[in-house]
């Protein structure tokens, strides 16, 4: 009897590892993921830029390696808009860890930059702005983003301020995105967090150099579109 009793106990005890392990999987799995507080402006300047109030560069660590989500930072890699004149960087001389790089200027027209950082890119994108519409300059452009931005997915954008990732957003939404689904997060420049990865670096003899290497990459190479 006492022998029953201890198998009926250690068949328990094994029933209940399984499916605390089972659920830890399942939970890993993204299927019961926390769900994300909606979208909302922050105050001021912030929230003219687009940048949310709930996630950004404050408390975005909690919410990386989601399986729900993509995560976009739209930086060039070198800006020909001086950023450095309002305290930021021309280059991605950093970026935080799980975000890939997607730079906004190719994907469409720069406009509202600040006087002081001069003229932004201007070369090839892959929409033009005719008033309040997005205007594809390729055939293949609507595609591209598509791909890039799955509408299934929860969509993290940042760049240097917030200024790339409201511009992205306002686009996503006037193209049929849910804006419930898109958060700007702000600038890695306002970020100081635990997942920091170093772009810029500085040799022994104090030469510093980027290393665009390590940059998680998406070229869009307009040679091999076709033109609308």
Not at 166 to 172: E, R, S, T, V
Request: glycine share 10%; proline share 5%; aromatic share 12%.
């Amino acid at each position: 009897m006492k022998n029953k009793a201890t198998s009926i106990i250690i068949a328990s005890v094994v029933a209940l590892a399984v499916g605390l392990l089972a659920g830890c999987l399942i939970w890993n799995s993204g299927e019961h993921l926390p769900t994300l507080p909606k979208p909302e402006l922050s105050e001021g300047q912030r929230g003219e830029l687009g940048i949310d109030k709930n996630i950004n560069e404050s408390n975005i660590d909690k919410y990386l390696g989601r399986s729900d989500s993509v995560y976009y930072d739209l930086r060039m890699l070198e800006d020909p808009a001086k950023y450095e004149n309002i305290d930021g960087d021309s280059y991605l001389s950093g970026m935080i860890k799980g975000f890939e790089v997607v730079p906004y200027p190719y994907i469409s027209q720069v406009v509202g930059l600040p006087e002081a950082v001069g003229e932004p890119y201007s070369g090839p994108t892959l929409f033009r702005i005719e008033g309040d519409n997005y205007i594809a300059n390729y055939r293949e452009a609507m595609q591209i983003i598509t791909d890039l931005f799955p509408k299934d997915k929860n969509i993290f954008l940042m760049c240097g301020g917030g200024g790339y990732a409201g511009m992205m957003k306002k686009m996503l939404v006037k193209l049929g995105w849910d804006t419930n689904k898109i958060y700007d997060i702000g600038g890695y420049w306002n970020y100081d967090g635990k997942n920091k990865i170093e772009i810029k670096e500085t040799l022994k003899d104090g030469t510093t150099y980027y290393a665009f290497w390590k940059v998680p990459y998406h070229e869009i190479d307009f040679s091999n579109l076709t033109k609308i």
